[in-house]
Each structure stands twice: as structure tokens, then as C-alpha cells.
């Protein structure tokens, strides 16, 4: 079998160079995609049975309906763990395999590269290449674009769902939407140069840690343990200055998002309990719209966290 070229894969565009990668994988990942969406589907389904239980099967009273209602909520929660399972399994297959790839094409990389460039690069760089970032692609592989791609059919099956049983329940349902989306842009951009620093920062201190420990016998020999000392302490001080940055921006980030998204649910709440209240929508719609507008305000929350998690993986 011929072996995986990754420097003929390279593009210039990141996510491009993230898709190529995954070469021989993609229809396992595709796979992994299609899982989350039919288990997302079920659980839409389970929201819908049980309008059809509280609206149909409960006024009948009949026991016959009701043990294949039951039938039908264990069937659904069976369907939907057994394709969750098999899209993490899928997904997980070929982030491990996709990284396996991408690590043994960085160290041979690296054995290949001529002195002067291993000469003048940090320890620390090729160290936090190896470990730190490698498991940051891994985990866009793993996690973050399945999780993107399950957040984005979990809002359009959920928003179709409840668009089915009453628009004006859909329309009320994303009021926020565009706030919480144009919020989390703007915290993706300022976050992706945070964190570049933040790593930069990172790579610098266990250059500095790397060269201490190798040298810790030059370094009492001229006695300077105390410049060493006060330059790590230097190095380490910035490293936490950075990380304070890149966390307060995270700690405004997530309690904005927290009201927003806990003020359109509320909100939510109050018009279908007025709309059921006129009569307009039955006692089951209801209940099935509140627990669809749950899959479709949070998901939208944590898509935040997704985006600053991709950002570092590409």
C-alpha cells in the first residue's frame, strides 16, 4: 500500500489541509455525520410522540394504544443511543487514525530536517508541536466538527419540528439567534489571537524549563542559579498574565450567552403557555415545543465553545 503523502496534502487553506488529511477516512466520517443526524432525529421523534401520547392515546384509554406508545419511546431511546454510539465510534476511528498519520509525518519531518534549523528552533516548539497541538487536532477530528455539525442538524430538526406544529412557536423560538451568533464571532476572533499567544507563551516556558533541566550543571557551575531562577519566574509570570486574558474573556463570554439564551427560553415558555392557554395549540403541542426548544436554544450556547475549540485545532 502506498504510504500517505501529507506534504502533497497540504493546502493553503486551513480547514482544506484539515479535510485532506483525512483521506481514506471520509467516508467513515461521513458515516459518523449521518449517525448524528438520525440520532438527532429520534429525539425529535420522542418530543413528538409524546404530543401524540397526551393529545390521542391518554383520552382514548385504551391499553393497547398506550403499550405500543411505550413501545414506541423505548424504541426511539434504543435507535438514538445505538446511532450515537456508532457516530462517536466512527468519528473516534478516524481521528485516531488521522492523527496516527500526521504524527509518525511529523517526526519523520523532523529527522529530516538539517541541523542549522534544529540548531536555532526551541526545544519547547517542537516539544508543544508534539504533544499539546497534535491533541488539539485530534480533538477537531474526535469532537468539535462532529459536535458542529450534530449541534447544526440537532437546530435545523428541531426548528422544522416545531415550524410543523405551530410557525409562530418557530419564529419566537430564534428570536436571539442572530445575537448570540454575531456574539460569538466576534468572542471567535479575539479569542484565536489570545489563544495563539497563550501557546506561544507556553512554548516559550518549556523552552526555558527544557534548558535549565539540560543544563542544570552549567548552570551551578557559573553559579547562576539565581538568574535562571528570576528569568523562569519572568517567563512564567507572562504565561499567567496571557492565560488571565484568555479566561476573562471566556468569563464574559459565557454569562452573556447564559442570559440571552436563558431570557429566549423563558420567553418561549410564556407565549406557548399563553398560546395554549387560548386555545390556539393543544396541551401536548406544548409540552413537545418545550422540550424542542431546549435542543434548540442550548445547542446554539455551546456552539461558542466549539468555535474557540476549532479555532485551535485549525
Known sequence: MKPFDVHSNVAKRRLSGMLRLMSGYRA????????????????????LLVRRLIDTVLPARSAGTLALAAAGFVGLAALQGSFSFLGGRLAARTAEGTIRRLRDAFFD???????????????????????????????????QAIGFGRITLLFGVNFAAISLLSPRLALVSVVVLPVVLAISIVFFKVISKRYEKYQEQEAI??????????????????????????????????????????????????????????????????????????????????????????????????????????????
Not at 28 to 47: D, E, H, I, K, P
Not at 111 to 139: C, H, N, W
Not at 217 to 226: G, L, M, N, P, T
Not at 246 to 274: R, S, Y
Request: overall charge positive; some cysteine.
Open 28 to 47: 467513515g466520517y461521513a458515516a459518523a455525520a449521518l449517525c448524528t443526524g438520525m440520532a438527532s432525529v429520534c429525539q425529535t421523534g420522542t418530543y
Open 109 to 143: 519531518h523532523v529527522q529530516r530536517l538539517p541541523f542549522s534549523y534544529l540548531d536555532k528552533t526551541p526545544t519547547g516548539d517542537l516539544i508543544e508541536r508534539a504533544t499539546s497541538d497534535m491533541d488539539a487536532v485530534r480533538k477537531f477530528y474526535a469532537e
Open 205 to 314: 516556558l518549556s523552552t526555558t524549563l527544557q534548558e535549565n533541566l539540560t543544563g542544570v550543571r552549567v548552570v551551578k557551575a557559573f553559579a547562576r542559579q539565581a538568574f535562571e531562577i528570576e528569568r523562569f519566574d519572568r517567563v512564567n509570570r507572562e504565561k499567567l498574565r496571557r492565560g488571565r486574558r484568555l479566561l476573562m474573556w471566556n468569563a464574559v463570554f459565557w454569562p452573556v450567552t447564559d442570559i440571552l439564551c436563558g431570557a429566549q427560553m423563558l420567553g418561549g415558555f410564556a407565549f406557548g403557555a399563553l398560546e395554549a392557554i387560548r386555545g390556539a395549540i393543544s396541551v401536548g403541542t406544548y409540552i413537545a415545543f418545550a422540550g424542542m426548544v431546549l435542543q434548540l436554544i442550548w445547542p446554539i450556547r455551546f456552539l461558542g465553545r466549539l468555535i474557540v475549540d476549532i479555532s485551535r485545532g485549525l
